[in-house]
């Protein structure tokens, strides 16, 4: 990469991460209409959209191989460019095997491009000599309140319209962003095109369980903090929804300021602050006897979360003897399980014990998150 600019190639991954973000809340936006346009019951819908999820799981390992023969670039673009065009589709579904089809299909598109994304970030971190992998996961996060709230102001339009339009603004913006991608490095060809579907290297393993308590106490916050609210502190519908806008808008602030923090703090010691921070929160959000601090303890829970998957995949990306291929993608299939399981196996266990005892496992979470930061190796300085 001797002739690239890396500056470019950053505001090549701010647009992917952001137009990832923007897709993604402008769906969740609008899934009310999808059921009711496809007229399904919640259980129905609920095994549809599970589609996403096993989509995103099945593609993880493939992407990671199509990375490492076509390189990065060529993966993003064509992960980018299914994700826009399936997206309409969604709006035509009629049925539950068609929508299950196309969240299938939007799963495998996101799964190849946000390895792929990834991969583009550790390289422009590398290049760049400081880090920037933060910053790029906030406009994700911000790519989804955009998008959320772009799906409340066209409510309007049917979903088939609403995508379409997206899909437009999508593919006429891309071309402007494409040549900024960074390129395969020629001298790491023969290594990614040496070999297939491996098992991840051990070394990997303490970064999947660190990535893996991060996406089960993200994935728990934003299914169980609403139900929490109303149901154990009797809180309003309106009120309840405040948990999750608390937890969310911390974790944007979180990630667009968290890369001066890592410039000024080492990963781990970062990782063990933060991964208190967030333990803390999440206690005083269970134990609060009023939602008003309950809320504000979600809000802690989402600062101290915010830069925990982008300081993990980071370091996966960076593993000594490892192909930031194999690490990236090795660590997210890890996440994106915990993320599809841990919440529904919350549930199981809630209707047991109950909610506010269920949801202390996210409290163990963070608190391990914090006590085996020193699993996150110190990360190179200078390219």
Known sequence: MSEVNPRQGRLACIYFFAMAGLVIGNLMGRIPALKEQTQ????ALGQALLGVGVGALTAFPLSGFLVQRIGSRSVVIGG???MLLVFPLLGLSQGWWQLALAFYVLGVSFAGMDVAMNIQAVDVERLLGKPCMSMLHGMYSLGCLVGALSA?????LTPFWHFLILTALGLLSLPFFVRALLPPDPSKAGARKGGGFTLPPRALLGLGLLILCAFVSEGGVADWSALFLHSVLDASERVAALGFAAFSAAMVVGRLFGDRLRGRIDDAPLLRGLG???TLGMLVALFSPWPALSIAGFGVVGLG????VPIVISAAGNQP??????GVAAVSTV???GLLMGPPLIGLLAHEIGLRWALLVLVGLCLLLALRADLVRRRPRSA
């Open 80 to 82: 980018c460019l299914i």
């Open 40 to 43: 399904l019951d919640e259980r």
């Open 276 to 278: 208190s921070l967030a």
């Open 335 to 337: 996440g994106y399980g």
């Open 152 to 156: 409340a102001a066209l409510a309007g």
């Open 321 to 326: 003897g490892i192909d930031p291929v194999i």
């Open 305 to 308: 979360l915010s830069v925990m």
